[in-house]
């Protein structure tokens, strides 16, 4: 090699290190740098240092595995078996171009170097599969055609296919770099060149042999059968096919071996047809089978995977504790019922989460710079009365202020939180059509005591994305006051303190912000706070979990607390149908966010589940049992609505336990549709506040109706408890078949039809407005059911949403009015009509005041009694409602005997 090539392959070394490797391995280290403060500041450090070292071992021994392999076969043998040779490559019309031993040993070095590197790193990102597949816990479950434990199938069997497809691949990569040594050497037909690469194809072929048992043991999450798992033509035709062709490839490598010293080349032939015959055999045979034998047997044949199906994915996701319950639509309301169901009435969801928002960023967003980024439901006691409510967190967004006050110092220094949280009844609405805002405005004032916040500010959030430092020279804007700023200093205990020169750098350059490592207003006491953003902060500590896309505020103790559901999930679940690119779920985990410290807690609440519990063993100081959490947070789980759909959309179909019936589709249940807003879209599902059938507690939990497949009377309706010891209970109450009972969709129709909503809302809709349609409810009462939707008014230059009315149905009557309350009075015939002062009755008979003292004075009272009760029907105060008719009929029999006598 001459001097000018050794300075070129050196100044290029260089050249890339500078370029490519230096930033790479600069900026890996900040950030590694960064987050290690990070998840020391949270007491996380030794969740952080396990993934780390995990990480650093597998790359390790993957760098270590794989050039000591290549070392041994590209150096150490073909030296050993050949001694010194030289490349002869030679060019067209030219001499040969000769390559010494010294410069193929810089090149196969540079080359072996880089593969170990992308070996290794390959390995690394393992680190999870190989931390699950030595920390599994038993499922005590067996599959039905190994007999494995499941956990075999969940953790075992991923390790299992990972590690060998890394190890194809450095057989592969030195089967091939040895083939080109030998073939450019000129080598190739020499016996120990022969030798080597028939040792090195036996080690494929024996990998390949393992690959084709473990895709044996994957047909347990087949999809080729008439149901997800291994079907008859898996069992009876794929699987002996794979055992004969692990046979043949095992066969291979032994004659591969055999050849290095008898060297007949036919037997290995022969080997290499036998498996091309059983590979076209593959193709075709199971198709026969599948065409020829199953399909004219279908159900006979696939009747017991059918049933391995259905209980299995059942048990994957939940859906074996559904307790099933008849449900008689018999019942006849009256106002008795309206009143002994007042808690569940008074809580009916008027406030869509839409409008609502829309409603709250025009009166309550006080500011430009503050958003609310979701509508919540929860619910409170309240004076003694469980009450469901909407909140929404006021966050500050610094992209929403003005340009030229968007500086650094402004958005980092300074507008560093939002402030407060709204909170509104879901069933009350003012005489303007707005929400009745129990918490409200800024500083915020409750209207309950356990309502009072004592730390509104808003540090961690939703959309709080952008990093902030604290305890700066600068005070941090706190809440705007008139004309005035009210500021403030940062009292919690979050963030990476900021002392020494090395962290203000490493910051710096993380963010790319050099004001952090050059202003003054940065000192040894500040801390800056980064990864505020809920789902952030969250998936940074346990990205082995799947969160769900609605964290809720809670107001507990004086202080803002999101509340996060989390999910364990596999996709690897034996014979359980896919959804969503998983086949098992549990929520196992309810994380906790504190909105002003950033306290990060993850509550394992389901610790029978055995994902859970491996990573509980993986990472023992993430978890913390549920028992410790604060009760009065325990009071505001809710069954999360991520996992509810997809447990209500399989169970659609999973009701049917009969593997006939589930077979021939013959009772299918689907999703209902309704008139969202102005278009057809599913019923989502919904939180209320019911008494279930046969119990005298109220509770608060989510439904979701189910029609007919191809049909829109409503057959069932799925619920799942929120509240106290039957948290996460599910249950479904079916229709008898025989009746009619009106889905979403046919009560939308029958809104629809009715001439004077109709002419309303067509009215509404031409003079510069438009009506939104919010949500169709569905509400079991007394064995009955009550339809009801809220209509909002918005005009073309407003974004202000106002509740105009609240539509009712029952059985074949609907009624529009200005509140639930009148909507019910009309739907179930019982408002009165009334008369005007000194108006002559129908009778012919003298008006109140020519009536003797008494009997006038009995009608007044009457009167008086009925206005009442009138106004507390508008309050939805069923109670006063029920007193004052009670007082009414005892004054109008009074006043009956009167004027007999």
């Known amino acids: 090699m001459t001097q000018r090539v050794r300075r070129i392959l050196i100044l290029g070394a260089v050249a890339f290190g500078a370029l490519v490797v230096l930033p790479i391995l600069s900026g890996s280290a900040i950030t590694f740098y960064t987050d290690w403060l990070w998840f020391d500041s949270l007491g996380q450090l030794s969740t952080f240092q396990t993934r780390f070292l995990s990480r650093v071992v597998l790359w390790i021994l993957g760098a270590l595995l794989a050039m000591a392999v290549l070392a041994v076969n590209w150096f150490f043998l073909p030296r050993r078996l050949l001694g010194r040779f030289q490349f002869q490559l030679r060019r067209e019309g030219g001499a040969a171009i ?131 798992g291994a079907g008859y033509t898996d069992v009876h035709a794929r699987m002996p096919l794979l055992y004969l062709l692990t046979g043949v490839v095992v066969i291979g490598a032994l004659v591969l071996l055999f050849n290095i010293w008898v060297r007949r080349w036919r037997l290995l032939l022969g080997v290499g047809g036998a498996w091309l015959a059983l590979s076209l055999v593959g193709q075709i045979y199971p198709t026969t089978v599948q065409r020829f034998t199953v399909e004219p047997n279908e159900l006979a044949l696939e009747r017991p995977f059918i049933e391995h199906n259905i209980r299995f994915t059942r048990h994957a996701y939940g859906l074996d504790g559904i307790q099933e319950f008849d449900y008689q639509v018999t019942g006849e309301l009256t106002s008795d019922d309206l009143i002994d169901n007042e808690d569940t009435l008074g809580n009916v969801r008027l406030w869509d989460w839409r409008p609502l928002r829309a409603t709250f960023e025009q009166i309550q967003e006080i500011r430009t710079y503050y958003t609310f980024a979701d509508i919540d439901i929860d619910r409170y006691t309240l004076d003694g009365t469980l009450r469901q409510v909407n909140l929404a967190v006021r966050e500050l967004d610094t992209e929403q202020m003005r340009e030229d006050a968007r500086t650094w110092i402004n958005q980092h220094l300074i507008y560093t939180h939002g402030y407060g949280i709204c909170l509104s009844p879901v069933a009350e609405v003012s005489e303007e059509g707005l929400p009745n805002l129990l918490v409200r405005n800024i500083p915020p004032q409750s209207e309950d005591v356990r309502l ?136 196992s985990v309810k994380a906790t966010v504190d909105a002003y410290t950033g306290e990060t807690t993850f509550y394992v609440v389901d610790p029978d589940d055995p994902i859970i519990q491996t990573y509980q063993a993986i990472f023992p100081n993430l978890f913390t049992p549920a028992e410790e959490m604060d009760p009065a947070l325990e009071d505001h789980w809710r069954y999360p609505e991520q996992l509810f759909r997809i447990q209500a959309d399989l169970y659609g179909t999973y009701h049917m336990e009969d593997p006939r019936v589930f077979y021939n589709q013959e009772d299918l249940w689907q999703t209902p549709m309704e008139i969202r807003e102005s278009k057809t879209a599913e019923v989502a599902p919904y939180y209320v506040t019911i008494r279930l059938p046969d119990s005298e507690q109220v509770e608060f939990m989510m439904i979701r109706p189910y029609v007919p497949a191809g049909k829109q009377n409503m057959i069932a309706w799925l619920y799942a408890d929120s509240d106290g010891s039957d948290y996460g209970k599910l249950g479904v109450y079916k229709f008898s078949k025989e009746a009619l009972v009106y889905g979403p969709m046919q009560i939308e129709s029958r809104i629809d039809q009715d001439p004077t909503i109709s002419q309303q809302l067509t009215l509404w809709n031409q003079r510069g407005s438009s009506v939104n349609r919010g949500n169709l409810i569905v509400i079991p009462i007394d064995g009955t059911l009550l339809y009801v939707e809220p209509l909002y008014l918005q005009a073309e230059a407003s974004r202000l949403p106002e509740l105009k009315r609240v539509v009712v149905s029952y059985q074949n009557r609907v009624a529009m009015a200005n509140s639930l309350s009148s909507a019910l009075a009309q739907v179930l015939g019982e408002t009165p009509v009334t008369q005007e002062p000194g108006q002559v009755p129908e009778t012919g008979q003298e008006p109140t005041e020519a009536l003797p003292v008494g009997v006038r004075d009995l009608a007044r009272s009457a009167q008086a009694h009925y206005e009442a009760a009138q106004e507390c029907l508008e309050n939805g105060n069923w109670t006063c409602y029920g007193e004052e008719l009670e007082a009414m009929e005892r004054d109008l029999e009074a006043l009956v005997d009167a004027t007999e006598d």
Do not use: C
């Open 98 to 228: 000769t390559i010494g031993a010294r410069l193929l040993t810089i090149i196969l070095s540079v080359i072996a170097v880089l593969v170990a590197l992308t070996m290794a790193s390959a390995a690394a990102e393992q680190w999870m599969t190989a931390l699950k597949f030595i920390h599994a816990n038993p499922f005590a479950l067996s599959d039905p055609v190994f007999g494995f434990d499941v956990s075999f199938h969940v953790f075992k069997l991923p390790f299992y296919r990972s590690l060998l497809s890394w190890s194809m691949g450095l057989v592969v990569v030195a089967l091939i770099g040895n083939t080109l040594i030998y073939l450019f050497a000129g080598r190739i037909r020499e016996a120990q060149a022969i030798g080597h690469l028939s040792v090195l194809g036996a080690l494929f072929l024996v990998a390949r042999g393992l690959g084709y048992q473990l895709q044996r043991w994957s047909l347990l999450q087949s999809s080729a059968g008439v149901v997800y």
């Open 452 to 587: 009072e916040i004592e730390r509104p500010e808003i540090y961690f959030g939703e959309k709080t994305s952008n990093y902030v430092i604290v305890n700066t020279t600068e005070d941090e804007f706190d809440y705007p006051s008139g004309d005035q700023n009210v500021y403030t200093r940062y009292e919690g205990a979050a963030g990476v303190p900021m002392r020494g020169l090395l962290r203000r750098a490493a910051f710096a350059l993380r963010f790319n912000s050099s004001p952090i490592l050059l202003s003054n207003a940065v000192s040894a006491d500040s801390r800056i706070l980064f990864r505020r953003a809920l789902t952030d902060r969250v998936e940074m500590l346990a990205p082995m979990l799947w969160f769900d896309a609605d964290p809720y505020p809670v107001i507990v103790g004086g202080r803002i607390v999101w509340l996060y559901d989390a999910y364990t999930w596999s996709s690897r679940f034996p014979y359980s149908r896919p959804a969503g690119g998983l086949n098992y779920i549990r929520n």
